[in-house]
């Protein structure tokens, strides 16, 4: 029997595992810092290449003005709605807000400028009390975020009527040369959603309470044994987006000169796809702000491009859907585990009466019988 030296150097452990390539560990380790936004990032990157071979007047400096403005004002919507969806729920009262926030803020001043810093107080709170009541009966009243969203957005469009009477008048003057304005040749709404987008972002990621909200949409049962108060949150979130959304409100009002009693209609969907192509998972949990404000910009243009090649408004609903479809296929639907269910499967191929699946090992009759009747004499 071979003796043992207790006294021989022992080989330190290796830093790889065994048959792995070091290069494509740190490649993997790599990849997994990659940034959340840049999948987004490269799609967008993309599709203003398609534009620019396919439909070249949807991105002339004419057309990217006039689309800018309006990707900025989704863009602060979908922060909104992206506070709601991390803390698991979704606000369907998206256009009734908006569409508040727009005839505040061209029915009380009626073109006069003067009264406009009234308005814009109203529409905040207006909005905010909104979202209060919203917040209030998901949070503590345990309401289905769907019906009491729904619910929120039929008594807005109530107020709407009852304000507008159904014909809001054109904005003020002062509003539009605000929002419709230009810093250094950039839109000013494009301006405040990057602005907004890098304050948020760095409220979530880099605070306390914004890694607690985090952790809270992750993981209600976890955030409760863990002493966060999970109610709380969800109360913020819904009043926090209500903040978003009459920011968009009021940038929209200045943008359309004539804006419509209904506003707002146009953006329940959108806010809803740009937060699921940024990444943000409907369940809830972690997301980032800056991958929806960059979704905002992609569906913006998509929209752009749609609207150039001479389809109808249907389409581009179509389109806005499709674009959502898309991003729940890409981010909801577990590829990796499917894939390697199939692979797996398809190597092992049918498998043999009386072989285990464990170890894929022949398990003869005569054994099975043995073990059921007993020991042998």
Same mark, same amino acid.
């Not at 905010?128 to 009491?148: C, E, H, N, Q, R």
């Not at 987006?241 to 359309?256: D, Q, R, S």
């Not at 991958?291 to 749609?306: E, M, N, R, Y």
């Given at each position: 029997?071979?003796?043992?030296?207790?006294?021989? @150097?022992?080989?330190?452990? @290796?830093?790889?595992?065994?048959?792995?390539?070091?290069?494509?560990?740190?490649?993997?380790?790599?990849?997994?810092?990659?940034?959340?936004?840049?999948?987004?990032?490269?799609?967008?990157?993309?599709?203003?290449?398609?534009?620019?071979?396919?439909?070249?007047?949807?991105?002339?400096?004419?057309?990217?003005?006039?689309?800018?403005?309006?990707?900025?004002?989704?863009?602060?919507?979908?922060?909104?709605? *992206?506070?709601?969806?991390?803390?698991?729920?979704?606000?369907?009262?998206?256009?009734?807000?908006?569409?508040?926030?727009?005839?505040?803020?061209?029915?009380?001043?009626?073109?006069?400028?003067?009264?406009?810093?009234?308005?814009?107080?109203?529409?905040?709170?207006?909005?905010?009390?909104?979202?209060?009541?919203?917040?209030?009966?998901?949070?503590?009243?345990?309401? *289905?975020?769907?019906?009491?969203?729904?619910?929120?957005?039929?008594?807005?469009?109530?107020?709407?009527?009852?304000?507008?009477?159904?014909?809001? @008048?054109?904005?003020?003057?002062?509003?539009?040369?605000?929002?419709?304005?230009?810093?250094?040749?950039? @839109?000013?709404?494009?301006?405040?959603?990057?602005?907004?987008?890098?304050?948020?972002?760095?409220?979530?990621?880099?605070?306390?309470?914004?890694?607690?909200?985090?952790?809270?949409?992750?993981?209600?049962?976890?955030?409760?044994?863990?002493?966060?108060?999970?109610?709380?949150?969800?109360?913020?979130?819904?009043?926090?987006?209500?903040?978003?959304?009459?920011?968009?409100?009021?940038?929209?009002?200045?943008?359309?000169?004539?804006?419509?009693?209904?506003?707002?209609?146009?953006?329940?969907?959108?806010?809803?796809?740009?937060?699921?192509?940024?990444?943000?998972?409907?369940?809830?949990?972690?997301?980032?702000?800056?991958?929806?404000?960059?979704?905002?910009?992609?569906?913006?243009?998509?929209?752009?491009?749609?609207?150039?090649?001479?389809?109808?408004?249907?389409?581009?609903?179509?389109?806005?859907?499709?674009?959502?479809?898309?991003?729940?296929?890409?981010?909801?639907?577990?590829?990796?585990?499917?894939?390697?269910?199939?692979?797996?499967?398809?190597?092992?191929?049918?498998?043999?009466?009386?072989? *285990?699946?464990?170890?894929?090992?022949?398990?003869?009759?005569?054994?099975?019988?043995?073990?059921?009747?007993?020991?042998?004499?």
């Amino acid at each position: 029997m071979a003796s043992h030296d207790q006294n021989a @150097p022992v080989d330190p452990l @290796p830093t790889e595992p065994p048959g792995r390539d070091p290069g494509r560990t740190r490649l993997w380790q790599l990849r997994g810092r990659t940034p959340a936004f840049l999948p987004i990032l490269l799609a967008t990157a993309a599709l203003f290449l398609i534009s620019l071979v396919f439909e070249p007047q949807s991105v002339r400096h004419s057309a990217l003005l006039g689309m800018l403005p309006f990707a900025g004002v989704l863009a602060i919507a979908a922060m909104g709605q *992206t506070l709601v969806i991390q803390q698991g729920g979704i606000d369907l009262s998206v256009p009734g807000m908006i569409s508040l926030a727009v005839v505040l803020l061209t029915s009380y001043p009626n073109g006069d400028s003067g009264k406009l810093a009234v308005a814009i107080l109203l529409a905040f709170a207006a909005t905010l009390a909104a979202g209060v009541l919203s917040g209030a009966m998901i949070s503590a009243v345990g309401v *289905t975020p769907i019906v009491a969203t729904l619910g929120m957005n039929a008594l807005l469009y109530g107020a709407v009527i009852q304000i507008s009477g159904g014909n809001p @008048p054109p904005t003020t003057h002062a509003l539009a040369t605000f929002a419709g304005g230009k810093v250094a040749g950039v @839109p000013n709404a494009l301006v405040i959603a990057v602005v907004l987008t890098a304050i948020l972002a760095v409220v979530i990621k880099r605070t306390v309470v914004g890694r607690r909200f985090e952790a809270v949409g992750a993981g209600l049962l976890g955030a409760r044994a863990a002493g966060l108060k999970a109610r709380r949150h969800q109360f913020v979130a819904y009043v926090g987006a209500a903040g978003f959304y009459c920011i968009a409100g009021v940038l929209l009002a200045g943008i359309v000169s004539s804006p419509g009693a209904f506003q707002g209609d146009s953006y329940l969907l959108p806010t809803v796809a740009a937060v699921v192509l940024g990444g943000t998972s409907l369940l809830g949990g972690r997301g980032s702000v800056v991958a929806t404000a960059i979704a905002a910009l992609f569906i913006s243009q998509l929209d752009q491009f749609v609207l150039v090649t001479g389809a109808s408004q249907g389409i581009q609903s179509l389109v806005d859907a499709g674009a959502l479809a898309a991003g729940l296929a890409i981010y909801s639907i577990p590829w990796r585990r499917w894939l390697r269910r199939y692979g797996r499967s398809s190597r092992d191929g049918p498998r043999r009466a009386g072989e *285990t699946v464990e170890r894929g090992l022949p398990m003869p009759a005569e054994t099975g019988a043995g073990l059921a009747s007993g020991p042998q004499k």
